[in-house]
T-cell receptor, first 115, second 112 residues
């Protein structure tokens, strides 16, 4: 069965610190997609990244970077030089079937960045 | 920038009353999803539409929940009667052919 685990419930850092959010997934499929979404206090889920199971290249987008390792079934997210605006709940999600696209979400990690 | 629209943003109701939520997906997105997010948890899929057809409603409590997308564009999710345990955020998302899902602002439901 598919499952996404975000073991860190809450993380608190001081501005400008680097922070890594962990995500571990379980799936029996060889073709799947991994996502990260950000949920600020307003409630809307904001799409950050989508990665397919055949592309293990790490990705960097500004202060954000993602490390995908199939060997450990992990898809970790790092924020470099964190800012107060990064404070939010971050969700990792898994989609196994291209044609239906159902997302399986982790429990989320609440990130608090203090000034 | 195209967005998913939802209304109302907030809804307070008493138990046993009927409530309805509306969602308008991004133009051209044939796939529409309704998720429920209980406080402190990740969203869980309630129902998925491909155009006007239901693709997956396995987690929809069909004794009290119903969803429709009559013309394959906007959608309505209804709860009747509402129960205390239905208090949650109801999120709508849309995607183009099962690609990345984009979410609306959600409807926060409180059942008293």
């Amino acid at each position: 069965a598919q499952k996404v685990t975000q073991a860190q419930t809450e993380i608190s850092v001081v501005e400008k610190e680097d922070v890594t959010l962990d995500c571990v997934y379980e799936t029996r499929d060889t073709t799947y997609y991994l996502f990260w979404y950000k949920q600020p206090p307003s409630g809307e889920l904001v799409f950050l990244i989508r990665r397919n199971s055949f592309d293990e290249q790490n990705e960097i987008s500004g202060r954000y970077s993602w490390n995908f390792q199939k060997s450990t079934s992990s898809f970790n997210f790092t924020i470099t030089a964190s800012q107060v605006v990064d404070s939010a709940v971050y969700f990792c999600a898994l989609s196994e079937e291209w044609n239906t696209g159902k997302l399986i979400f982790g429990q989320g990690t609440t990130l608090q960045v203090k000034p | 920038e195209a967005e998913v629209a939802q209304s109302p943003r907030y809804k307070i109701t008493e138990k046993s009353q009927a409530v309805a939520f509306w969602c308008d997906p991004i133009s051209g997105h044939a796939t529409l999803y309704w998720y429920r997010q209980i406080l402190g948890q990740g969203p869980e899929l309630l129902v998925q539409f491909q155009d006007e057809s239901v693709v997956d409603d396995s987690q929809l409590p069909k004794d009290r929940f119903s969803a429709e997308r009559l013309k394959g564009v906007d959608s309505t999710l209804k709860i009747q009667p509402a129960e205390l345990g239905d208090s949650a955020m109801y999120l709508c998302a849309s995607s183009f052919l099962g690609d990345t899902q984009y979410f609306g602002p959600g409807t926060r439901l409180t059942v008293l």
